[in-house]
């Protein structure tokens, strides 16, 4: 016998459940119309002969019967039986129709992965732990292993098109290569059909696993489904590093034996990566190795953030970790073995990472050279989005002897392809000449004809850019203030 | 139900009342899906026919008994069922499709075709009649929906049901804009022809039709003529 009742099954419960409320909520209706009929028909017997007189008079049939309200149970009662038969002929179709989740499953990995064969010895279950991972706005739902010790991820990434997601397939091979990849479903992404149809095959195939990847687009013209589709994959391979132990993973290293020295003083800390290693400077250097030449092999640094900000630097291979950790420019832990006199430490405190607060966004800002009133200004942003700039901003002394934007080069434009960031941030970058630390503000609040304050869809990006120029000219401020 | 009838009605559908190109009604999945394909086009047709026909022929059928009140809910979660129907049914059996459709299966129910055929024919007419009412607006919706995805198929992407004809494409008229344009050409030539044909056919009626009163005054005037 078909069990219509069979709630947790089918991709149309949802709809059942909504028509199950729809028709208990008529009943309802239908009893309270038959309560007010009955009602409506006891004999009113205070009723002084003026009052009837004065009541309007309603149509009634032979017995006292009220039509218009027998017509409209009459609709009701319709209604309801008609939902109650579309109910149970969509019960009877889902029975016949019914999809499981092995059958999605087989179908989604037989164009990238054909003969499948299940390890059933394999929990599926993810370790919660791994399973979310906040950068990625990503979850991994389960993980399934084949007999020849491949690695199935179904991982969920967000940050699509209206912060919709996009639920992936990832074949991860025992070599910690990415293998295929296959849509499983995806939420709000209305452009998924401008995903090329090979992209499963091709995008991310053969990657190793151990480094962040980064954005895939080829042949696609959809930013924000690409970039669900980068942060799924990305979450497989976080899963993937962590809780599989595929592939190296120095920046999970690293970030553990930050904790290890902190302790648990600074346990609730939030531990996030600044985005050092996405952009290039002049062409060839990386913004960690810009950084790398004024601290001196800088790895990682990470943004602590908890009671207030931290930040840890990480230098180094696995083996030979050194780890500077400052709070307001003061160090706050260390290694064994540094010194404060040791030059990247000294480095450190001379060019602070500037944190700026704008509304509810932060940003970050190193200046990674200065010579003769022109810095180089690294506007960084904490998480995976790649949007870095590196800016060479030349201050010069206002008549007061306060820094003053004379010129602004972008080195790394590191906008999201499209417009209209493109177009927005260049421009935002050539009006802040002009601009001094005190009133950069009103100069970056100004909307109107000419102004700084149109930053339609490139909010990120002119936060940084503004923190780029903020960071220049406070230490051209601290630099005059010291007399240097 | 005669001969003449249905004729009528299918003329209706595919001709006289097409829903595409003289109603313009279901422009939302006309100018989305056509760019997706002619094989898209196809599918939408034919799963706009499927809920077309059988919430036809349900509205037929309890036309007397459907309250007048409660007329459009009734309409809305029939042709709802049929809906989910036909997007399990192409999950099912048809993923390709299913995906390559997307939401625009689903968004079937708001199609102002299947709610204007229930109002405006299935619920004044007898089953037989609003099947085929339902059976011809559909293939009517479907034959513009599959010239449209063909023009831009071919200008668009050099393809011709998903098989590349050639490297020379205009992009513009597989992206939206191109679809506002391919429609309102498909819309102007269609009326264009449609008006040639119907001033054609009423030109004709009226010389037939003159014809025969000049013939019946003629033996008219004969039959006098003999009697005198």
């Known amino acids: 016998m078909i069990d219509l009742l069979s709630l947790s099954r089918g991709g149309s419960v949802a709809l059942l459940v909504v028509m199950l409320v729809i028709v208990a909520a008529q009943i309802g209706l239908v009893v309270w119309l038959a309560v007010l009929h009955f009602k409506s028909r006891k004999p009113v017997a205070a009723t002084s002969a003026n009052e009837t007189a004065a009541a309007p008079s309603q149509p009634k049939t032979g017995k006292g019967k009220n039509p218009a309200l027998i017509a409209s149970v009459k609709a009701v009662a319709i209604l309801v039986c008609i939902c109650f038969v579309c109910v149970a002929l969509l019960a009877v179709c889902n029975e016949l129709m019914y999809i499981s989740d092995e059958e999605r499953f087989n179908r989604s990995l037989s164009k990238i992965y054909p003969g499948f064969q299940g390890d059933s010895s394999f929990d599926q279950t993810p370790d919660s732990q791994f399973a979310t991972n906040h950068a990625y706005k990503g979850q991994v739902k389960k993980v399934y292993k084949s007999t020849t010790g491949d690695y199935i991820i179904e991982a969920l990434g967000g940050g699509g098109f209206q912060d919709g997601s996009v639920t992936l397939y990832v074949v991860v091979g025992a070599d910690a290569k990415i293998k295929a990849w296959a849509v499983k479903e995806n939420v709000g992404q209305s452009y998924i059909d401008r995903i090329p149809g090979n992209a499963g095959n091709t995008w991310y195939v053969g990657e190793d696993i151990s480094n962040e990847l980064a954005l895939n687009m080829t042949g696609a013209t959809v930013v924000a489904t690409s970039t669900a589709i980068n942060n799924a994959v990305n979450m497989a391979s976080y899963y993937a590093r962590n809780a599989l132990g595929l592939g190296e993973n120095p920046e999970a290293d690293a970030q553990k034996a930050v904790a290890e020295l902190l302790g648990d003083q600074y346990a609730d800390y939030k531990m996030t990566s600044v985005n050092i290693s996405r952009a290039t400077v002049d062409g060839s250097k990386g913004v960690a190795e810009a950084l790398s030449d004024v601290n001196n092999g800088l790895s990682y640094l990470f943004l602590m953030q908890g009671e207030a900000n931290m930040f840890a630097y990480v230098y180094g291979a696995k083996e030979t970790l050194k780890i500077v950790v400052v709070k307001d420019n003061a160090i706050v832990a260390k290694t064994e073995g540094v010194s404060d006199t040791d030059e990247f430490v000294v480095n450190i405190l001379a060019n602070p990472v500037y944190t700026f607060t704008f509304g509810s966004y932060q940003a970050y800002a190193i200046v990674t050279e200065s010579a003769d009133g022109v810095y180089t200004v690294a506007g960084l942003k904490v998480g995976v989005t790649p949007n870095t700039y590196v800016l060479k901003i030349t201050v010069q002394p206002d008549t007061d002897g306060k820094g003053k934007v004379s010129a602004i080069e972008a080195t790394v434009n590191g906008y999201v392809p499209g417009e209209p960031a493109e177009t927005n941030t260049n421009k935002l970058i050539t009006s802040l000449v002009g601009a001094r630390l005190d009133n950069i503000d009103a100069w970056y609040n100004d909307k109107t004809e000419g102004g700084t304050g149109f930053v339609t869809g490139a909010t990120q990006s002119a936060n940084l850019i503004r923190a780029a120029v903020q960071a220049a000219l406070t230490a051209f401020d601290a630099s005059s203030a010291s007399g240097n | ?228």
């Open chain 2, 1 to 228: 139900m005669k001969l003449k009838k249905f004729k009528e009605i299918a003329l209706d559908g595919v001709v006289r009342q097409n829903p595409t190109f003289r109603l313009v009604l279901g422009t939302c999945p006309t100018l989305a899906v056509t760019g997706m394909g002619a094989v898209s086009c196809l599918g939408m047709g034919a799963a706009v026919i499927f809920v077309l026909v059988f919430s036809n022929l349900i509205i037929s059928l309890l036309r007397n008994i459907i309250p007048d009140k409660v007329r459009i809910p009734c309409f809305i979660i029939i042709i709802a069922t049929f809906v989910t129907i036909i997007s399990m049914f192409m999950e099912a059996f048809l993923q390709e499709l299913y995906a390559s459709l997307g939401m625009f299966i689903d968004l079937i129910v708001v199609n102002c075709i299947i709610l204007g055929r229930a109002e405006s024919f299935a619920s004044h007419n007898p089953v037989l009649d609003s099947v085929c009412d339902g059976l011809f607006m559909g293939i009517g919706f479907t034959l513009s929906l599959t010239l449209m995805g063909i023009v831009r198929e071919v200008l668009g992407k050099g393809a011709l049901f998903g098989a590349q004809l050639w490297n020379f494409k205009i992009e513009f008229f597989a992206k939206p804009a191109g679809a506002f344009l391919t429609y309102a050409l498909f819309i102007a030539i269609f009326n264009v022809c449609y008006n040639a044909v119907e001033r054609k056919l009423k030109h004709q009626a009226a010389h037939k039709a003159a014809l025969a009163e000049h013939q019946s005054e003629a033996a008219v005037a004969a039959t006098e003529a003999k009697e005198a």
